[in-house]
């Protein structure tokens, strides 16, 4: 029990030891008008929150999704009203899309000046019910604590997603008794549902039965924290299987039924062997129309099953003949005690095939090239080998991301953040931060391109002031590039609005003290990382790649996942 | 191609300030346009109930029936095809018209 209770403080305290016994230790936020009794009061508790001062709304809310996708909790931002708000609202859905636990406290103006037009009024609800799980204003000190455990709660719970808790100032300024408050059940909401047993004994039967069965996995076995349930189905049905992008890390990268990622940039083996199995057993994920290629060929030949937590996935994009509702977990334990032990030699030999033409026409070129300019997806490798797998990985969007995601090695779970569904330019500086805040144990290493960088460059100046120590391996290519691959690949190489006049990185790191190496030539490579890697400081690795190089293999736009290009010139038809 | 029906979905929710608009919403998103819509209490205490009408395909109903129940403050969400009676209504009404027309000529 805290000390304040049985005596009247202000809403803003209430706020905070709200956080505090929510367990929270860190904050990102930027202050403003409508939330300064909030900030004032802070003041008083800087031993117990770590506020972290962001350049940007925006930056705090992705530096939050990058803290809760490594701590599996939710995190908090506090910003202020109107244009504080409305910076986080990309975050925001970028949050939605990609479920992850953050809960936004905005300041907003006066009760009595709600509705009229007051100088930084937003209808922040408004703007976010479409985006949040949860959205719900405060008028009031004494609904303050009840607010700030539900908002953790729905935040947090089942499917994870982003509240937004919009404080007005009467609730901030105004008195009222705390009293701890505590949820873990809302009558309306069943963050995870009960497996039904005939479904899961139908699941376990059509398993017994496949002769080609393949699993896709996605982040729902992070959520689920099932990394080694999800190995044990695996190993004990000796199934194959494939990766979404958010799903990786979730299975060892040198796990034997890994096959690699699924999708438009995805490895051979999976896509080609989604198109071959009998049976595809999808688990937490949501078949993304980047994992699926055209919808109307996916999978056709196989039965589905669909394993998720969430009851609106189940035939929304994908039908399939059996769904089954629940955690990732507690499914996998029971499927696995359920399905036969197998051997299926013959199946899995499918996959050397794509992999050795793969390796031959995709990797070895863009990861062990022998002349020419260095290639981004080398630079991603040569990481990965000096990090063994142990690294957090943060992607920015576009080709380093693909990139990152294809040429990465992961050994354990969460580390891998990315801006999947939305797709967000810009997320992956602040993500970094936050990851490294919420890991500083973890080397957190951040691939981003020069577009992207430079969307969310002000939290240069976060780093700078909390010293926070990630390497930033920044693929300068010139170009945005993967809206250049479109252009050259499918918009007859009209190059419209592509080509980036960039600033001297050097200086910039300079001017916010920070390391810098700028990388032109191969030989020059590994020093560098070793540099970089050599103590725990932030340092930025600025390395010019080869500037058209594009991205493969890749399903494009309309295609089936098992019609790929190899590059621009040749194609690869699995079983056609 | 699926044929369009008319579908009256009912959800039982929270008096909750807002869910009116985040509903409404599942409905703009997927352009599904909003037939009928009573909001009114329901027969259990402290619970509100929702009744909407719209034509749209059974799947897209579906659909939105799912996203209507995720929402956090919506208890339960169901679907049925209002065609029937709906047609039936109607039926009653234009012989009834037509019967006045006749009798007035």
Redesign the interface.
């Known amino acids: 029990m805290s000390e304040k209770a049985g005596k009247k403080i202000t809403g803003a305290e209430i706020l905070l030891e709200s956080l505090i016994a929510q367990g929270v230790e860190t904050i990102f936020g930027y202050p403003g008008g409508q939330i300064m009794p909030v900030y004032d009061k802070l003041y008083d508790y800087q031993d117990k929150l770590h506020h972290i001062l962001v350049r940007h709304e925006q930056g705090a809310i992705h530096a939050a999704q990058g803290y809760a996708r490594v701590k599996g909790k939710p995190a908090f931002v506090i910003v202020t009203s109107g244009p504080g708000a409305t910076n986080v609202i990309t975050g925001v859905a970028d949050a939605m899309i990609d479920s992850t636990p953050v809960v936004v406290i905005a300041g907003q103006v006066s009760n009595a000046a709600l509705g009229t037009d007051a100088f930084q009024e937003t209808d922040l609800?408004?703007l976010t019910?479409?985006i949040t799980?949860?959205?719900h204003?405060v008028r009031r000190p004494e609904d303050i604590a009840e607010a700030v455990a539900r908002a953790a709660y729905?935040a947090g719970s089942g499917r994870p997603g982003p509240v937004v808790l919009d404080l007005t100032k009467d609730a901030q300024v105004g008195l009222a008794e705390y009293v701890e408050a505590k949820c873990s059940f809302?009558?309306?909401?069943v963050p995870v549902p009960e497996p039904s047993e005939e479904s899961v004994e139908e699941a376990a039967r059509m398993i017994d039965e496949a002769r080609r069965p393949f699993v896709v996995f996605g982040q729902g076995i992070t959520h689920s924290g099932a990394e080694a349930e999800l190995a044990a189905f695996l190993d004990k049905g000796d199934i194959p299987a494939g990766s979404t992008l958010l799903g990786l890390s979730a299975l060892k990268s040198d796990d034997p039924h890994y096959l690699g990622m699924v999708g438009m940039h995805g490895n051979l083996a999976p896509n080609a062997m989604t198109q071959e199995c009998d049976l595809l057993i999808a688990v937490g994920m949501r078949f993304d129309d980047r994992v699926t290629g055209t919808v109307n060929t996916y999978a056709k030949q196989a039965k589905k099953i669909h394993i998720d937590i969430?009851?609106?996935e189940?035939?929304?994009n994908i039908k399939v003949d059996l769904g089954i509702l629940g955690d990732a977990k507690e499914v996998l334990t029971r499927l696995t005690e359920k399905i036969r032990p197998r051997m299926r030699m013959g199946w899995k030999a499918a996959s050397e095939y794509c992999r050795s033409i793969e390796t031959e026409k995709v990797i070895d070129p863009e990861i062990n090239p022998e002349s020419g300019m260095i290639k981004p997806g080398e630079v991603i490798a040569r990481i990965a080998e000096s990090c063994d797998g142990k690294a957090i990985v943060v992607t920015d969007v576009g080709q380093n991301q693909m990139l990152a995601a294809r040429y990465s090695r992961f050994s354990q779970g969460r580390s891998l953040l990315s801006s999947g569904g939305l797709g967000t330019m810009g997320f992956g500086l602040p993500a970094a931060i936050g990851a490294k805040t919420a890991a500083p144990d973890r080397q957190v290493c951040l691939f981003v391109g020069d577009g992207g960088l430079q969307m969310t460059i002000q939290e240069l100046g976060t780093i700078m002031q909390e010293g926070t120590g990630v390497k930033i391996v920044l693929l300068n290519n010139n170009w945005l590039g993967n809206v250049r691959q479109w252009q050259q690949l499918f918009f007859g190489k009209r190059y419209s609005a592509t080509r980036m006049i960039n600033p001297d990185f050097e200086k910039i790191a300079q001017a916010y003290g920070l390391d810098i190496a700028t990388v032109d030539d191969r030989k020059d490579l590994a020093p560098a990382i070793a540099r970089m890697f050599a103590d725990d400081k932030p340092f930025i690795l600025n390395v010019h790649v080869e500037e058209e190089d594009n991205v493969f293999p890749m399903v494009p736009p309309g295609k089936s996942v098992n019609e790929i290009m190899l590059n621009s010139k040749e194609w690869f038809e699995y079983g056609k | 191609m699926e044929n369009e029906k008319l579908f009256e979905i009912t959800a039982y929710t929270e008096n909750q300030v807002g869910l009116l608009s985040s509903i409404a919403g599942i409905f703009t998103r997927r352009s599904m346009n909003i037939e009928k819509l009573l909001v009114y209490p329901s027969r259990i205490n402290g619970i509100h109930k929702f009744k909407i009408t719209t034509r749209t395909t059974e799947t897209l109903c579906r659909a939105a029936v799912q996203q209507i129940e995720k929402k956090v403050d919506v208890v339960k969400a169901f679907y049925e095809i209002d065609n029937e009676r709906s047609d039936r209504e109607r039926d009653i009404v234009i012989a009834f018209l037509e019967e006045r027309e006749r009798n007035n000529r």
């Not at chain 1, 809302?186 to 909401?189: E, F, L």
């Open positions: 609800i408004g019910t479409p799980k949860w959205a204003q729905i809302i009558r309306s909401y969430d009851a609106s189940i035939n929304k």
